[in-house]
Every structure is written in structure tokens, then in C-alpha cells.
């Protein structure tokens, strides 16, 4: 059969149609949103490289972690703002249960017990040079800096995090993370693994945002992958799974969507995609421009990223796809 007898755009021609015969979706309950934090009360601060996010002291953030479960969304991605004098070398303030992000996990359980909360595991928003790991005469140390990360994780999970994202790259984190928490009675913790995590330009704006940009000596190419390879993925994605990983994400997101959809269809695990902060202010920037519309790019993104087989996108702009899935 062919043409005439096949016309494709005949499914196409009403809304209700195109709707019946949709093969992919956004829900809220694909989203995770993302809070920076910052120490204090009542304080909100805009960064100029990401139009439309502000840090939030706690009590704020709280309010929007409120707001997101009305609206559906099942869960915050938390990243603290630490303030410069509480740098150091080592990262040491990483392993505080009382840290800043430990306070936020505390405060946002206890008035918004429904949503679940992750946080990285990397050294990088703790360190004097703004690198996930621990630096050894200019060089990072994997296997140093995985004992400071289990560390790191342990404290969270005392914090009350539900999910532990290793974002930091260092080779046999995950194992040594599930090891560690398996030990002190954590089982029930999740890991959620930055598996695939490229030495990406587009992570700009949220170094901004976390104050690390001016920090960073060098870069992060000796840990994070080569924007080249897509096999490489692949084994990154397959070790973190026989180490213990529940959930695997690939990062960047848009310009990663060949990654996803070979994550996806070759391990058919729990794949997320982090549709990180320069392309979020890509949108905003082109649509303060006159390119385009802020929110239908958003949300033309979202659904690609579903179409590719993502599971979950962590986006700043959750709570706008949310409210525009609310509103149907
Ligand atoms: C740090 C971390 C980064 C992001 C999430 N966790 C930046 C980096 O690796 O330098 C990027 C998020 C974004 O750009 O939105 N481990």
C-alpha cells in the first residue's frame, strides 16, 4: 500500500487525533527540579547567567518544594551555594551533617515529607578550586578522593537525602558509595549515577550559580568524558550498574539525545537526563531575544527528551512545564 490509498497526514489533520495517536508524553512526574541554596532567611538572589532561578535561602526553598509537589513533581535536585570562607582545599565542609545542604534536607523533610530529595556527591561547590576531587600536586586523586566521597554520601544519608548523586566521575565511586552505606544501615538509599557525565561548556551558568566559575582551575576533562565518545558511555553506564547503581543519568541533556537513546534501549534501566543549566539559559536568552518562546521551546525540549527514551529530566524549568502540563 502507498499513496493514495496512504496518507499519513490524515491522523495529523485535529488536535484530538494527533493527540489519540501521540507515541510520547511529558508528565510532572518526570520531572525533577533543581534548588540552589544559599545560607540565611528570607534572602533570594538572581544570577545573571540564568534568567528566571534564583538561590534561595532555606525557608524559600522550602516554599517551592512545596509548590512542586502540589504541582506533581516528585522530586528536588538540592545544590548548595557554600560561602567562600567555608572553602577549603579538601572540601572538608562536605562531610558536615549539619552543613548547609544538610540543614536544607532536614528543614524541606520535615514540612514537605512527599517529595524525594537527592544530592550530588562531589567535592566541587566545597572546594578552594572548584574541583570534584581531591588535588594532589595539580592532579586529581581517584582513589583519595572516593574514600572523601563515601564520606560525603554517608553524611547526606544522616541528612535525610533519599537518592545520592555522584556527580564528581572519580572511577569505582558507585561500589564504594553502596559499600559504605550498606555498612551503616543506609540500604534503603538510593544511588542515582552521573554516569555518562561530559566535560561539557554548557555547565557555565551553574558554576555561576554555585560561584565556582572563577574558582575552577583548568578544567574537568580528566574525570569528566570526552564529548567525542559514545561507546565510552556505554562502559561508564555498564560499571556503575554492576556496582550498584538504581538509576543512571546522561549529562548534558539536548545535544546528548543519541546518548540517551543508546543507554535506554541497550541496558532498559532507569535513564534520567539533565538538561543542565546552559541549555536552560539558551531558552531564556534566545527567548528574551525575539528568537523564540521561552516555554513552548521548554516544553518542545521535554517531550524530545521522552521521544529519545529519557525516564526523567532534571530542568530548571520544572515548575514552568508543570503548571503548563497542569493547565492541559
Ligand atoms: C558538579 C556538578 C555540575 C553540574 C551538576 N553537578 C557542574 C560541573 O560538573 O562542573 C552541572 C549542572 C548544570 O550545568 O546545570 N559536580
Redesign the pocket.
Known amino acids: 500500500m502507498s499513496f493514495p490509498t496512504v496518507r499519513l497526514r490524515r491522523n495529523r489533520q485535529t488536535q484530538w487525533s494527533r493527540r489519540l495517536v501521540a507515541e510520547n508524553r511529558i508528565a510532572t512526574a518526570d520531572l525533577i527540579l533543581?534548588i540552589i541554596i544559599i545560607d540565611g532567611e528570607n534572602r533570594r538572589e538572581t544570577i545573571a547567567t540564568m534568567p528566571g532561578v534564583e538561590r534561595l535561602s532555606i525557608d524559600l526553598a522550602t516554599e517551592i518544594a512545596a509548590q512542586a509537589a502540589d504541582l506533581g513533581i516528585p522530586a528536588l535536585a538540592l545544590f548548595p551555594a557554600i560561602a567562600p570562607e567555608l572553602k577549603s582545599e579538601d572540601g572538608a565542609e562536605a562531610l558536615k551533617v549539619d552543613n548547609l545542604l544538610g540543614r536544607a534536607v532536614t528543614h524541606i523533610k520535615r514540612q514537605v515529607p512527599q517529595i524525594g530529595l537527592i544530592a550530588?556527591v562531589?567535592l566541587?561547590p566545597y572546594t578552594s578550586h572548584g574541583h570534584?576531587g581531591l588535588l594532589v600536586e595539580g592532579k586529581i586523586v581517584n582513589d583519595a578522593t572516593v574514600e572523601v566521597l563515601c564520606r560525603q554520601a554517608l553524611a547526606e544519608a544522616e541528612a535525610g537525602v533519599d537518592i545520592v548523586a555522584p556527580?564528581?566521575m572519580m572511577d569505582g565511586r558507585v561500589g564504594a558509595i553502596r559499600q559504605a552505606l550498606d555498612k551503616a544501615g543506609y540500604q534503603n538509599v538510593q544511588i542515582l549515577s552521573y554516569a555518562a557525565k561530559y566535560a561539557s561548556i554548557?555547565?557555565g551558568?551553574?558554576?555561576d550559580a554555585l560561584s565556582t566559575r572563577g574558582l575552577l582551575k583548568g578544567d574537568?576533562r580528566t574525570y569528566?568524558m570526552d564529548v567525542a565518545n559514545s561507546d565510552e558511555a556505554l562502559r561508564e553506564i555498564e560499571l556503575d550498574l554492576i556496582e550498584g547503581a538504581d538509576m543512571v543519568m546522561v549529562k548534558p541533556g539536548m545535544p546528548y539525545l543519541d546518548i540517551i537513546h543508546r543507554v535506554k534501549t541497550e541496558f532498559g534501566v532507569p535513564t534520567f537526563a539533565?538538561h543542565?543549566?546552559?541549555e536552560y539559559a539558551m531558552l531564556r536568552f534566545a527567548s528574551q531575544a525575539g528568537a523564540l518562546e521561552y516555554e513552548p521551546a521548554l516544553m518542545e525540549s521535554l517531550l524530545c527528551f521522552k521521544r529519545a527514551g529519557a525516564d526523567a529530566v532534571l530542568t530548571y524549568g520544572a515548575l514552568d512545564a508543570a503548571k503548563r502540563i497542569k493547565a492541559g
Open positions: 533543581p550530588d562531589a566541587d570534584d556527580s564528581d554548557f555547565y551558568p551553574f558554576r574537568k569528566q539533565y543542565v543549566s546552559g
